[in-house]
């Protein structure tokens, strides 16, 4: 098996774990927002409720679709994408711990101090402007790819 077929089912397989990693983070955010709320009896509106749909979509599949993508071009291989999946791995997860520290907050009615509620506030703006970046590599690396001139 050349190395350049083993790296790119090393990435398929890689994005697929992300991929089920994501599925079941998700599914675990939508059974604790369920649990959590009724346990506090808690009606309101709550960032709870929108981890489940973010760890789904730009989790599951978001990873999912890339997988794709990669199984039917050398994507995974480049530079760029590999920089976009230690960021966006990094940052996508911090920013749903975020939303699950500030709906866990909500739900419980914690008072926050000012400092409490900024750093928190702090680190939820880091993970989008980290996720910011890391989808504007993936864009640049997709499009490398697609509009690459020497492709067959």
Aim: glycine content about 8%; aromatic content about 14%; overall charge positive.
């Amino acid at each position: 098996m050349s190395t350049e077929k083993h790296t790119h089912i090393t990435t398929v397989k890689t994005l697929m774990t992300a991929s089920i990693i994501y599925f079941f983070c998700s599914m675990a955010g939508g059974v604790f927002y369920r649990e959590f709320t009724k346990l506090f009896d808690f009606t309101g509106k709550t960032t709870l409720g929108v981890i489940h749909g973010h760890l789904l979509v730009l989790g599951t599949f978001f990873f999912l679709l890339l997988a794709v993508l990669c199984k039917f071009t050398a994507l995974g291989d480049q530079k760029l994408f590999q920089k976009f999946f230690l960021i966006y791995n990094i940052a996508f997860p911090l920013m749903a711990v975020t939303l699950l520290i500030r709906g866990i907050v909500q739900v419980t009615g914690y008072p926050m101090t000012r400092m409490l509620n900024g750093m928190l506030s702090g680190f939820a703006g880091l993970s989008h402007i980290f996720l910011a970046v890391a989808l504007f590599l993936l864009l640049l690396a997709v499009k490398k790819e697609l509009c690459n001139e020497n492709a067959k």
